[in-house]
């Protein structure tokens, strides 16, 4: 009762046009000089919930970027209500079965990522002036993307959806379906940060047209060698993460309004900046100890590169609202937290590659995935049915042919046929028959 009793005060005492957000404790202090009057509502030895002025959102998400090594780094709610909710629930994290049966599928896949077109479309998207959430160039990225992304799907079943939020910018989602209703999610964020003025330039080259960059080249190759996935694979191109996790908490509401069931959340937000002695640091607060363990024994088997755990705080990225559903969620970086690169907009050099290799192997790993032969519904949770020639002329590792069983479904639409033909001819055969026919002529 007394607790209420607080929180009624403090919210009578902010300011009418202030808007709720819950933010880290070390970071309190940082909020409180950029904004004095703030309100603490409530906190605990970890966040705080805070009535804070949205005129200052802007110097707070600066701040946040320079002083605190975050991207992102504070949840803006949509109301007090919301804010509570959030600061109250942690949901139990689903449990995941991890095994690594798919390497032939993994080993095939692999080696068509191509870091040049990672590079290239880093470029493309840090030539947009910005991709600020309320700007022009901001809404054009979301097209721009969704657009790129269909330009990789061919089949039917696969759908490159833009998610409305009700400002410019809206999120994508590509969408490959399985046969399970269980979902895979591999995540990045579309909008950069344009300090103070969304008209700025901001080019976000590191932060994050990397991990879009990254994501967008296994779209490409995953498409491309015909990937069919058990698990539902869906991709998404989040919208405004940098201020306040606003795109990521929609889409989390809406998959939990509809009950969907999302079994793993991969989140990449820079990773094309070697800072650090090791290639690839997994975040071990607000993420999953046993999906993070999943990815190391992925780092080890398929990447081929370094790794090492450090910690990034409170809703640093797009994984956070996932994490607080009870979704296991990873967030795997380009450094250590504080060693990421110092130039947001720039980047350096090919590093994402390995970020590229290790999300293409979590989204065939955790979605069970097959290459398909063009038919629905191939992927199956079981041992994939694929077969592999050993060399290629024009890559340099295994490369992907028809699935061994494609001969007897062959000779089994052969024989139908001659049935077909027989039947109209008015001529009986017994299928025994046909069978010894057939096991005669493959011999
Ligand atoms: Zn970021």
């Known amino acids: ?82 804010a509570q909710a959030a600061f109250h629930t ?53 097209t721009w993307l969704r657009d790129r992304w269909r330009a990789f799907a061919s089949r039917p079943d696969v759908t490159v959806e833009l998610f409305d939020h009700g400002f410019a910018q809206q999120s994508v989602i590509l969408t490959i379906p399985g046969t399970s209703p269980e979902i895979v999610v591999l995540g990045a964020h579309l909008d950069s940060i344009s300090f103070r003025n969304k008209s700025r330039i901001a080019p976000g080259a590191d932060d994050d047209a990397s991990g879009i960059a990254t994501l967008t080249e296994v779209a490409r190759v995953l498409l491309a060698q015909n990937y069919r996935p058990a698990r539902t694979l869906k991709l998404i191109a989040y919208a405004a993460e940098e201020v306040g996790l606003r795109g990521s908490q929609a889409i989390v509401r809406d998959f939990q309004r509809r009950k969907l069931d999302v079994v793993g959340v991969m989140q990449l937000d820079m990773t094309n900046f070697q800072g650090s002695e090791k290639d690839i640091w997994l975040m071990k607060d607000y993420t999953s100890a046993a999906q993070n363990a999943f990815l190391i024994d992925l780092i080890e088997t398929y990447v081929g590169a370094t790794w090492g755990l450090d910690a990034c705080g409170y809703a640093c990225s797009d994984h956070a609202p996932w994490y607080r559903a009870g979704v296991p969620a990873s967030f795997p970086f380009e450094s250590r937290m504080r060693q990421h690169n110092p130039s947001i907009h720039t980047t350096q050099d090919a590093h994402a590659i390995k970020f590229a290799r290790l999300a293409a192997a ?57 049935l077909l033909l027989l039947a109209i001819a008015g001529i009986r055969v017994t299928r025994s028959a046909l069978c010894a026919a057939g096991s005669s002529s493959r011999s």
């Open 1 to 82: 009762m007394c607790r209420l009793m607080l929180v009624a005060a403090l919210v009578a005492c902010s300011g009418p046009s202030d808007r709720y957000i819950s933010i880290d404790r070390d970071a309190l202090e940082t909020a409180r000089e950029l904004d004095p009057e703030l309100e603490v509502v409530e906190a605990d030895a970890e966040v705080a919930v805070v009535a804070f002025d949205p005129a200052r959102f802007g110097a707070l998400t600066e701040q946040m970027h320079e002083r605190h090594h975050r991207c992102g780094g504070f949840v803006l709610h949509d109301s007090l209500g919301d």
């Open 90 to 142: 942690q949901l139990a994290e689903r449990a995941v079965d991890y095994t690594l049966d798919r390497a032939a599928v993994v080993e095939a896949v692999l080696p068509a990522l191509d870091r040049v077109r990672i590079v290239e479309t880093i470029g493309e998207l840090s030539t947009m002036p910005n991709r600020h959430y309320q700007s022009p160039t901001g809404a054009a990225a979301s």
């Open 362 to 418: 979590y989204a065939i790993e955790l979605g069970k995935g097959s290459l398909g032969q063009g038919s629905l519904g191939q992927g199956s949770l079981g041992q994939a049915d694929v077969g592999f020639a050993t060399t290629c002329d024009t890559c340099d590792a295994p490369r992907a042919i028809a699935p061994r069983t494609a001969p007897a479904r062959g000779w089994e639409l052969l024989a139908a046929s001659l």
